[in-house]
T-cell receptor, first 113, second 114 residues
């Protein structure tokens, strides 16, 4: 079956611009996570959705970051007024309810010039 | 404060030998641990996991050991194969009964030489 997909695979933008990153989870997975991975580091948790609601957004670095999952499937991570420090690989993962293991997408590499 | 630490950035092993990757954690509330493998330009792939109620879990060539008193886990790969060359991340969670978010270590790059 299809895995987690993320689009675009690469995004280059200029400082101050707005970007949207999309995640299509595995069909039927109710839990969805966003992580951010900087060079030489492990993935860092951003936000967790259970269904349509953000159950834990404690990892979002500031109010420039926002994520939605309006129909409980596809999710969009939105970053306003991008800064050079936002440059990283943004990873999305999904899992079935009550499942510990998470299944990751290939990530979106965001570069802010 | 890094709650999950992988102190060895890299490891090089000869094909056929054992690879041992180590991970330490600080939070005793973690109750589930996972290992992920990552190839360049791909997302992490789940490898093996262990619940805190166990001290060992085995799946083919991969075995994970958990020492709760030392807050230490390790991944053993026997025998190592060139295709195992990748970055390995250990991760911890408070379990799916909580949010299930994973806290990752920094990763260890494993190179298996033919």
């Amino acid at each position: 079956g299809a895995g987690v997909s993320q689009t675009p695979s690469n995004k280059v933008t200029e400082k101050g611009k707005y970007v949207e990153l999309r995640c299509d989870p595995i069909s039927g997975h109710t839990a969805l996570y966003w992580y951010r991975q900087s060079l030489g580091q492990g993935p860092e948790f951003l936000i967790y959705f259970q269904g349509t609601g953000a159950a834990d957004d404690s990892g979002l670095p500031n109010d420039r970051f926002f994520a939605v999952r309006p129909e409980g499937s596809v999710s969009t991570l939105k970053i306003q007024r991008t800064e050079r420090g936002d440059s990283a690989v943004y990873l999305c993962a999904s899992s079935p309810l009550g499942y510990n293991e998470q299944f990751f997408g290939p990530g979106t590499r965001l570069t802010v010039l | 404060d890094q709650q999950v630490k992988q102190n060895s950035p890299s490891l090089s092993v000869q094909e056929g030998r054992i690879s041992i990757l180590n991970c330490d954690y600080t939070n005793s509330m973690f109750d589930y641990f996972l290992w992920y493998k990552k190839y360049p330009a791909e997302g992490p792939t789940f490898l093996i996991s262990i619940s805190s109620i166990k001290d060992k879990n085995e799946d083919g060539r991969f075995t994970v050991f958990l020492n709760k008193s030392a807050k230490h886990l390790s991944l053993h790969i026997v025998p190592s194969q060139p295709g195992d060359s990748a970055v390995y991340f250990c991760a911890a969670s408070y379990g799916s009964s909580n949010t299930g978010k994973l806290i990752f270590g920094q990763g260890t790059t494993l190179q298996v030489k033919p």
